[in-house]
């Protein structure tokens, strides 16, 4: 069963690469291939995952791939640590089909899928159970935005939740002001919140963040989660972590190949969605279980968790105003989008975002320990 594969993976990654290498040069029968004898049709699948299988958000994921092996003849193989696509190569890799399924994020395909940038949009949200469950109401009944994806060759079975962002830092901040000066790494739209407070946005890759903040190139970073943080050992640089209110500012998505999706059985197709909700709840349930286990560890550590107080975020709010809404507007109708469109995406996003905040009870992981433990 693939929850054996699984566990092997996490022991050998190198020998994971070799495999996929040794399948790839083979051909393989990832695409779904049915099993002889005139039976039901069976089909073997690959999924790529860029982060290691211990993680809450691989965990998730592994456990709708057991729900749905136990509904119907599927066996999906993981491949863990780009093993078998990098995390930049998710989205062509799966739309190609050199891997049948894949997580992804939106952050990596800026060009490719603008409507999904509007998460990178600071104090839209910091509910991940309310914005994974308003993205899988869009991609259901908002046209546009689920032809972003079927034109890049994928189909989403569900949006992943992902825990908010926070601005960790060598030395202590009280708040907002404090940020004046530094330089802090940021990426994607919330660069241009940061510039905003008159901190300076470095634009730097997740691998370099703990050299840099270690060596004084940059006073510390945001665009990162408590819990990837803490995991990645970034606390032992830069100890201190600041929810800063922005909020959520990436989007994952679990995908698989269109053509694969769309040539599957009716009752297939129904047995993997039927699961999704399911899936949402457990996957709400394991980010929430894993950042108080990420809390424990950091204060452990020695690690100071905190928040900006609510009149500082009020006035970031208020500096950036709407600012980096309508450059996300702009980019996206300079990509190709009417302005109808785009307006149409933002309220019904908006709107879903209302609704289903209303029935979470998602508390952000480092708000949550700043309240055991910080400042």
Not at 25 to 53: H, I, K
Not at 346 to 369: I, K, M, R
Request: hydrophobic share 40%; net charge negative; with cysteine.
């Amino acid at each position: 069963m693939h929850s054996s594969q699984r566990t092997k993976r996490a022991a050998a990654v190198g020998a994971a690469a070799v495999l996929a290498a040794s399948l790839a040069a083979c051909g393989g029968d990832s695409g779904g291939g049915g099993g002889g004898g005139g039976g039901a049709q069976s089909y073997d699948w690959q999924y790529a995952n860029y982060l290691p299988p211990n993680s809450s958000l691989s965990t998730g994921i592994a456990n709708y791939f057991d729900s749905i092996e136990e509904g119907g003849d599927i066996t999906v193989e993981e491949f863990y640590q780009e093993a078998l696509l990098s995390a930049t190569d998710t989205l062509p890799g799966v739309a190609q089909g050199r891997a049948d399924l894949g997580f992804m994020i939106a952050l990596y395909y800026p060009g490719e899928l603008p409507l999904s940038q509007i998460v990178g949009v600071p104090f839209q949200t910091d509910d991940a159970e309310a914005q994974v469950r308003a993205m899988n109401d869009l991609y259901e009944n908002n046209e546009a935005f689920r032809a972003e994806y079927e034109d890049q060759g994928v189909h989403v079975l569900s949006f992943v939740p992902l825990a908010p962002t926070m601005i960790a830092t060598a030395e202590p901040l009280s708040g907002l002001d404090d940020l004046a000066g530094r330089q802090i790494r940021a990426v994607g739209l919330l660069s241009q919140a940061i510039e905003q407070t008159g901190a300076s946005p470095v634009a730097l890759s997740a691998p370099e963040v703990y050299e840099s903040v270690e060596r004084g190139v940059i006073d510390g970073f945001t665009s990162y989660p408590f819990d990837v943080a803490v995991a990645n050992s970034l606390n032992e640089v830069a100890p201190h972590m600041t929810d800063p209110g922005t909020g959520l500012y990436n989007l994952g998505a679990l995908v698989i190949t269109k053509s694969l999706w769309d040539g599957l059985p009716e009752e297939t197709r129904e047995l993997m969605t039927e699961e999704i909700d399911q899936y949402v709840t457990d996957a709400i349930a394991l980010l929430a279980e894993e950042e108080e286990n990420t809390c424990d560890t950091f204060l452990e550590a020695g690690g100071t968790p905190g928040v900006f107080p609510e009149a500082d975020v009020e006035e970031f709010e208020s500096i950036v105003g709407d600012s980096v809404l309508e450059a996300w507007r702009e980019t996206t109708v300079s990509a190709g989008a009417s302005e109808d469109v785009v307006d149409g995406f933002l309220a019904d996003y908006q709107a879903a975002l209302e609704e289903y905040a209303a029935e979470s009870t998602y508390v952000p992981g480092l708000v949550a320990c700043a309240e055991r433990g910080g400042n």
